[in-house]
T-cell receptor, first 114, second 117 residues
Framework: SQQGEEDPQALSIQEGENATMNCSYKTSINNLQWYRQNSGRGLVHLILIRSNEREKHSGRLRVTLDTSKKSSSLLITASRAADTASYFCATDKELTGGGNKLTFGTGTQLKVEL | DTGVSQNPRHKITKRGQNVTFRCDPISEHNRLYWYRQTLGQGPEFLTYFQNEAQLEKSRLLSDRFSAERPKGSFSTLEIQRTEQGDSAMYLC???????????????FGSGTRLTVV
């Protein structure tokens, strides 16, 4: 089952603009991660934010986390055509032996046009 | 070793046939995961290995599915008597970590896209 939903489901912007995607989840978390997926490919890990963090930056990415609202947002600044992809948030649950099970949202399809 | 490798990239099979997929994780990663992704959805967890031990299986993994990781290196996922509903992208991921919080995310392979006709 999906943990939650991303909003919007699809987003189309012009190159150079900022893109904001939101993610809501249902249960308490250890951390929340964002992944990118190009069409028909595997997922690429972008950034991880822990439950005791409120904001994190990595290059042109900015992630916020509000555990009281069970929500997170991903901001991509100065978008490029190469940012065109689907973006997923994922929460994790510890498994037996120390592994982690990720539960993904439904994703936001971002299209950056020239 | 540049990443997680999955083979084949694409597989078309007739309903009722058996299929097997292979995943070669990053060599030093002790944890290996299988996920399934249907069109328009996020990936869903199937199973998890720590070294050669299969420690967790999802209810999605019916008795037609079996996964192995002999010697704690590569892993195989077999689907017996395939059904059209098995059509999906099967993703493998690996990670390295000690017990506790995941440090830096998984590394995913490019997936095997299965089409059952």
């Amino acid at each position: 089952s999906q943990q939650g939903e991303e909003d919007p489901q699809a987003l189309s912007i012009q190159e150079g603009e900022n893109a904001t995607m939101n993610c809501s989840y249902k249960t308490s978390i250890n951390n929340l991660q964002w992944y990118r997926q190009n069409s028909g490919r595997g997922l690429v890990h972008l950034i991880l934010i822990r439950s005791n963090e409120r904001e994190k930056h990595s290059g042109r990415l900015r992630v916020t986390l509000d555990t009281s609202k069970k929500s997170s947002s991903l901001l991509i600044t100065a978008s490029r055509a190469a940012d065109t992809a689907s973006y997923f948030c994922a929460t994790d649950k510890e498994l037996t032996g120390g592994g982690n099970k990720l539960t993904f949202g439904t994703g936001t399809q971002l299209k950056v046009e020239l | 070793d540049t990443g997680v490798s999955q083979n084949p990239r694409h597989k078309i099979t007739k309903r009722g046939q058996n299929v097997t997929f292979r995943c070669d994780p990053i060599s030093e990663h002790n944890r290996l995961y299988w996920y399934r992704q249907t069109l328009g959805q996020g990936p869903e967890f199937l199973t998890y290995f720590q070294n050669e031990a299969q420690l967790e299986k999802s209810r999605l993994l019916s008795d037609r599915f079996s996964a192995e990781r002999p010697k704690g290196s590569f892993s195989t996922l077999e689907i017996q008597r395939t059904e059209q509903g098995d059509s999906a992208m099967y993703l493998c991921a690996s990670s390295l970590g000690s017990a506790g919080t995941l440090a830096g995310g998984y590394t995913f392979g490019s997936g095997t896209r299965l089409t059952v006709v």
